[in-house]
């Protein structure tokens, strides 16, 4: 299990691991010796935590120790019995009892004292026995403690001496199963009786330490609200111990320790008082912090200064207390820190003394302020004994034990180190500290560390890792940098930028290797910035970029996810890239040119913009914040490197901006993922500023890949971080000429234009600001009309001339400036998709450079007016440069007044309009309502009903042609199949296709599959899409499966092609638009899926799938003449006259509702084909009234025939009516916005119904206008007039219901067609001539 600190969760030996984004020291278990926090006091816990000690056996009720732990524990009680023997405290064998303490090794446990569970009391339980209780009882009654202090406070008589120790032992035989709460007061008193007493007379030594050892036996209540009751008598006693440590007695002040140690290890009584319960088992404790009794113990160290066994009982009494907080705040008012510090390399042979201090160090370090004790250690003597006992240990402590305490005191020295006011470098512990860190790696001998040698033990590797630390600590303090440079710091870490797994200096396992290797990656980058002249001498630069190609290479690597990098560094080389970049990004963002010239020069662009390609693959595969973060690195590197140089960009230019554009196009939601997508934007928006503005062909790509329109839908999410950088994108981006029509162009949601989307981020960022405005919008202040709420409240403060006043600050400060830029670029006049609101907006936009000029002069004239009394002269120029600034503030409201009053003069017309609309609706009801009683009445009778149908017979009778040919050979037209009409027509069809699967390979033989067959689609006439939809209803098209490789046939036949007819003029395009080819005539093919590849070799004799497709068939009608008009101008009237096609014919609108063919037969049996298309509508160029489904027939006719009605035309009453001429330019216009090629065909105009009354006169008009349109446009509505017009070949009337004129029009037609015949062929002959002379010239010049 992985632990965060010594707060989070324990590991077990043998873990390498530890989270976090920069180096951590590594951290480890509590150290079984140091006693765990009592109940309800925090464990503690900092930023450095001390390493595992792997020997020792779990405290507390963890696992117990494994067979190795025990037989080491045993071992080193052995070692060291001989030396404690020598300090322990002479006591019977009898009187000691298995200890309870943390410190569970007898050879690091101070010399045993007596035990609180004596011989006398065990003599006593023995001969008591069952009437113990009886006894005690009696016993209790009988002791007067009043008598015995009366008794102790006489000094009179030297005879009493024998009467007072009686009385003494008396007292200690009652209470010997524990002290009553209520004669605490008095037993305390009776102590410090004592202690005077032992001045002079040594005998009352034995009655005192009995008397202290009562102390650490349970305290006993009658009621449960005693502990509180006698509380402060309670700290007092106890507190009253600490003092006793001035009673110069070794005797004494070991016992005062036991007791307090016995706090911690508190056994309940045998017997009880008669009527008395046990205190709580944290009683003690709290009454010990209560009395500041830690405090005491701290500055009675000086007394027991000398004395090496006293000592160690002290510093042990300290170690339980100092695991708590209140404890170890009181230790720290006595200067504990630095007085255990020094005590540190006392002479000691058992290394107690050592060991014990630096616990309670520890301890102090996790329950105090750390700032607090490292201020403390910050005395040269403290440095000087840390680093003489860190010394001593490194070079003669070969124990785990000594290792363990060794990487302990090294941890404390790099809290030191964060101090600046620690004499580190002073002492020379600094160097001696680099010098361990890098001896491995140099191999340069140094008399520092001579005879030094590291193992490849656990602890070792700790102390590896811990010196790595220690160098990104030095590598904050400028100090420092010096001995970093000399001590060859750059090399050592450099090491460890190689592809290899092995070191080749230590036996590292390769999970203790590549978590080293991560950590020296990670310390590089702190220290590469500061040694920029030695990162170039060991050609840093090249070994990176080595590196980095070999973590995107494909050589087997497992990764053990080591170190802080949590996740992404297991199973690949993601730790390693990341920590690459990181150093990579610390020194070019110093900007350097000699650091950014060497890397460029080493083509770290390229292989940079293939890492993020990398990157962003692993990202699609699975979204992670390390995999962001090394994309987030590697943008901003390559802007630090291609800023301000124009070559670098343009070799980021085309690959660069590919990369780009995804980060741009990311989904907004993932903003908010918490993964980091947040940063990689603002990098790639960076990136973008920086490696393609400037440079014209990285802006024009990025301009046809959209970028502008990916730019400002970014923007239109209005969020005010991203707001800032896009618009000064956008702004410097519109000094490409191309810019600016690309963000004309854009559209938001609901239409939204980028003018529109600009004035609301100018209204939101002004709402912010707290500008005033009134409820229109208008400007409520004409003296400041653009100041913020913050700008009016600032004083008027007189300043230097260089520096900036608030009003030009605040350009700095909000985004108006660029938004005032953006439009000022963009033009003023003419934007789009503006309402009144925007127009009043847009007024005060328009005049940002004149307020703010305003502004800064009214600044001038305020601190002017602080400091001196102007002259009058001046003082009328200032008057009048102010009115100026005023007077634009009221043109603009007077402009924005005009702007509203023309929108509600707007607004009342709409209604009016509004109104009249819905007037003509309820005269249109009225109407439909008369034609359906008319109805009624001729369907309810059958005469009249007889009567209409004669009349319709005759109608279509007389619209006959009745005109027969007077001279020339007649022939009959009657050919079979000549008419063509399209029932049913579809031309759209959907189908589902697939190539056939390969053949299996066989892989004995080496044989190779079968490829699969392909599909194919084959134009053919007299195919319609209806035919395929018919035919195959499912519509699945599968090729043939490939023969698999066999012993007869190694190499497999290919699988049978599927083949779909299909009709001629068929566009193929795929699911998502893209066009894959086109059939214009028959017997062409394409292939539309293509069979997959047979197994074989390369795919591990395993088939491929075919390819599949999802195609839409675009079926364009291929004719000679296109009829093209508004509906029931006489199209398929004209189409029935002309050729033998039937079309729907009436008296309404959309009678023809799907395209119909024709075919037009003359007397030399020349067809020319006449496609009737459905009537167009206003905006069928937008697709209104399925108007693209119509016009894309058009595109392959060969000329064009405009019929429009001689009357005009009006589709509904809701509709204007439009005359001929109108007719002829709406036409013009809806085929020139759906294609502007469409107008360079050849164009026959038929001006039908010229049967009607004043068609004559409506003719002779048209012609006028159409001989000179432009006099006559500005009478027209501007969205009606085209920006080119048709030019017509001829313009003939005709009457489809008389037959006036059809002969003439099929003989311009057939004349057109004839004449267009004969210009291709000239022209193929033109071209035909040209290559002969071409390859004439040719055969010349050989000769």
Not at 661 to 683: E, V
Request: charged share 25%; proline share 5%.
């Amino acid at each position: 299990m992985r632990q965060r600190g010594r707060t989070g969760a324990r590991r077990p030996r043998g873990g390498h691991g530890a989270h976090g984004g920069t180096p951590a020291v590594p951290t480890g278990r509590r150290d079984p010796r140091c006693p765990l926090p009592p109940p309800g006091v925090p464990a503690g816990g900092g930023t450095h935590a001390r390493p595992p000690r792997a020997w020792a056996p779990a405290a507390g009720g963890g696992a117990a120790p494994l067979p190795w732990q025990r037989r080491e524990a045993a071992l080193l009680r052995r070692r060291r019995i001989g030396t404690m023997s020598s300090l322990a405290v002479s006591e019977p064998p009898a009187s000691r009892a298995p200890s309870r303490s943390p410190a569970r090794s007898p050879a690091l446990s101070p010399a045993p004292g007596p035990s609180r569970c004596g011989g006398e009391r065990r003599r006593n339980a023995s001969d008591a026995g069952a009437d113990l209780g009886a006894v005690q009882d009696t016993q209790l009654r009988s002791v007067d403690l009043s008598r015995v202090i009366k008794l102790l406070e006489d000094s009179d008589s030297k005879d009493l001496e024998k009467e007072q120790l009686k009385a003494l032992k008396k007292v200690v035989k009652h209470f010997e199963n524990g002290l009553p709460l209520k004669d605490l007061s008095q037993i305390i008193e009776i102590l410090n009786l004592c202690a005077e007493k032992m001045n002079e007379q040594e005998a009352f030594t034995e009655p005192l330490c009995e008397l202290i050892k009562l102390c650490g036996l349970p305290f006993q209540k009658k009621k449960l609200s005693d502990e509180v009751s006698y509380s402060v008598a309670v700290s007092n006693c106890i507190a009253q111990l600490g003092y006793l440590m001035r009673v110069p007695s070794s005797q004494v002040r070991i016992q005062i320790c036991k007791c307090v140690v016995s706090f911690y290890n508190t056994e309940l009584p045998r017997k009880l008082l008669s009527g008395y319960q046990p205190t709580s088992a944290n009683y003690k404790i709290q009454m010990a912090e209560l009395g500041g009794l830690a405090e005491t113990l701290i500055l009675s160290l000086t007394l027991v200064e000398n004395q090496l066994t006293e000592k160690l009982w002290v510093l042990k009494a300290l170690q339980h207390l100092s695991s708590s907080g209140v404890n170890c705040r009181l230790m720290m008012k006595a200067q504990a820190a630095s007085r255990l510090c020094l005590y540190l390399n006392g002479v000691d042979p058992s290394g107690q003394l050592v060991f014990r201090s630096s616990e309670i160090l520890w301890n102090l370090l996790e329950n105090t302020s750390k700032e607090e004790v490292v201020n403390q250690l910050s005395s040269l003597e403290c440095v000087h004994a840390l680093k003489e006992v860190f010394v001593d240990l490194l070079m003669h402590g070969f124990r785990h034990y000594d290792r363990q305490l060794r990487n302990d005191l090294l941890v404390i020295a790099t809290l030191l180190a964060e101090n600046p006011a620690a004499p580190m470098i002073e002492s020379g512990f600094t160097k001696l500290l680099i010098v361990l860190a890098t001896f491995t790696e140099v191999k340069i001998p140094n008399p520092l560390i001579k005879g030094l040698k590291l193992t490849y033990s656990y602890e070792d590797f700790e102390l590896k890792k811990l010196l790595f630390n220690v160098i990104a600590v030095l590598s904050k303090d400028p100090c420092a940098v010096r001995l970093l440079s000399e001590n060859y710091v750059m090399p050592a870490l450099l090491c460890y930028v190689k592809p290899s797994q092995k070191p080749g200096f230590h036996d590292w396992s390769a999970a203790q290797y590549e978590e080293l290797q991560l950590h020296a990656i990670a310390i590089l980058a702190s220290v590469a910035p500061l040694l920029v002249d030695k990162y170039l001498s060991c050609q840093a630069n090249t070994l990176l970029l080595v590196f980095l190609e070999w973590c995107i290479g494909q050589d087997p690597f497992f990764g053990q996810g080591n170190s802080f990098h949590g996740t992404g560094g297991r199973g690949n080389k993601l730790a390693q890239m990341r920590c690459s970049l990181r150093v990579l990004r610390s020194v070019v963002s110093l900007y350097d040119d000699a650091v950014n010239l060497n890397l460029c020069d080493q083509g770290a662009i390229s292989q940079l913009l293939d890492i993020l390609k990398y990157a962003a693959n692993k990202s699609k595969e699975k979204e992670d914040a390390i995999v962001l973060e090394v994309q987030a690195d590697i943008l901003f590197i390559l802007s630090a490197l291609c800023e301000n140089d124009l070559h670098r960009k343009e070799l980021f230019s085309y690959e660069g901006v590919d990369i780009l554009i995804p980060f741009i196009q990311m989904d907004p939601k993932r903003l908010y993922s918490g993964l980091g997508h947040n940063c990689l934007l603002f990098s790639a928006l960076d990136c973008l500023w920086s490696c393609v503005i400037g440079c014209y062909i990285a802006e024009d790509y990025f301009l046809e890949k959209q970028g502008i329109f990916l730019l400002l839908d970014l923007l239109a999410l209005k969020q005010k971080n991203l707001c800032n950088i896009i618009l000064g994108i956008l702004v410097e981006f519109c000094d490409n000429p191309q810019t600016t029509s690309h963000i004309s162009t854009w559209r938001g949601e609901k239409d939204q234009t980028a003018a529109n989307l600009l004035i609301e981020l100018w209204r939101q960022e002004e709402l912010e600001l707290g500008v005033k405005r009134d409820r229109y919008g208008r400007i409520a202040d004409v003296k400041r009309p653009i100041a913020s709420s913050f700008q009016k409240q600032q004083e008027v403060i007189p300043m230097p001339a260089n520096c900036p006043s608030f009003a030009i600050m605040e350009i700095s400060e909000n985004i108006r400036a660029k938004l005032y830029s953006l439009l000022c670029k963009l033009g003023f006049e003419n934007l789009p998709g503006l309402s009144a609101k925007d127009f009043v907006t847009l007024a005060i936009i328009r005049r940002y450079i004149d307020f703010k000029v305003g502004e800064v002069w009214s600044e001038l004239c305020a601190e002017l007016k602080e400091e001196f009394r102007p002259v009058t002269s001046d003082e009328e120029a200032l008057k009048v440069i102010s009115e100026v600034s005023e007077d634009t503030g009221r043109m603009v409201a007077a402009l924005q007044t005009e702007v509203l009053e023309s929108q509600h003069h707007q607004e009342i017309q709409e209604e009016e309009e509004t109104y009249t609309k819905i007037q003509a609706i309820h005269k249109q009801r009225e109407m439909v309502n008369k034609s359906w009683k008319n109805f009624l009445t001729r369907t309810s009778k059958y005469e009249a009903l007889k009567k209409a149908k004669r009349i319709q017979e005759k109608s279509i009778e007389a619209s006959r042609s009745k005109l027969k040919t007077q001279n020339g050979t007649v022939h009959s037209t009657d050919i079979k199949g000549l008419s063509t009409t399209y029932g049913n027509f579809i031309d759209d069809l959907r189908l589902y296709v697939r190539g056939g699967t390969g053949g299996m390979g066989y892989p004995r033989l080496g044989g190779e599959g079968g490829r699969g067959g392909d599909v194919w689609f084959v134009a053919q006439e007299r195919t319609t899409l209806k035919t395929i939809k018919d035919r195959y209803p499912q519509k699945r098209f599968l090729a043939g499966t490939g023969a698999n490789s066999s012993v007869k046939a190694l190499k497999g036949e290919k699988g049978k092609d599927c083949e779909v007819h299909v009709p001629v003029g068929i566009s193929v395009l795929c699911d998502d638009g893209k066009q894959i080819g086109e059939l214009n005539a028959a017997g062409e093919r394409l292939l539309v899926a293509r069979g997959g590849l047979g197994g074989s070799l390369a795919t591990n004799f395993m088939p491929c799938k075919g390819q599949r497709r999802i195609v839409h068939l675009d079926l364009k009608l291929i004719a000679d003449v296109g009829l093209v008009g508004f509906p029931n101008a006489g199209k398929s009237s004209l189409l029935s006259k002309i050729s033998h096609a039937k079309p729907e014919i009436a008296n309404y609108a959309f009678t023809t509702v799907q395209p119909e063919l024709g075919k037009v037969m003359y007397a030399d049996y020349k067809q020319i084909s006449v496609a009737d298309l459905p009537g167009l509508i206003e905006g069928a160029h937008a697709n209104k009234g399925m108007g693209h489904k119509f016009l894309k027939h058009v595109e392959r006719t060969k000329q064009l025939l405009l019929v429009v009605d001689i009357s005009g035309f009006q589709l509904s009453i809701k509709t204007r009516f439009r005359t001929a001429f109108e007719t002829i330019l709406l036409l013009t216009k809806e085929l020139e916005l759906y294609k502007e090629e469409l107008l360079t065909k050849p164009a026959v105009l038929a001006v039908n119904k010229m049967d009607l009354p004043c068609a004559k006169d409506n003719l002779s008009e048209l012609m006028k206008q159409l001989q000179n349109p432009q006099d006559f446009l500005h009478l027209l509505q501007e969205e009606m007039i085209p920006a080119n017009t048709l030019e017509f070949k001829d313009i003939i009337p005709i009457s489809t219901y008389t037959g006036e004129g059809i002969e003439e029009l099929k003989a311009r037609i057939r004349k057109s067609i004839d004449e267009e015949a004969e210009q291709e062929n000239e022209e193929y002959r033109k071209k035909k001539l040209l290559l002969l002379q071409t390859s004439e010239e040719g055969q010349v010049n050989r000769s």
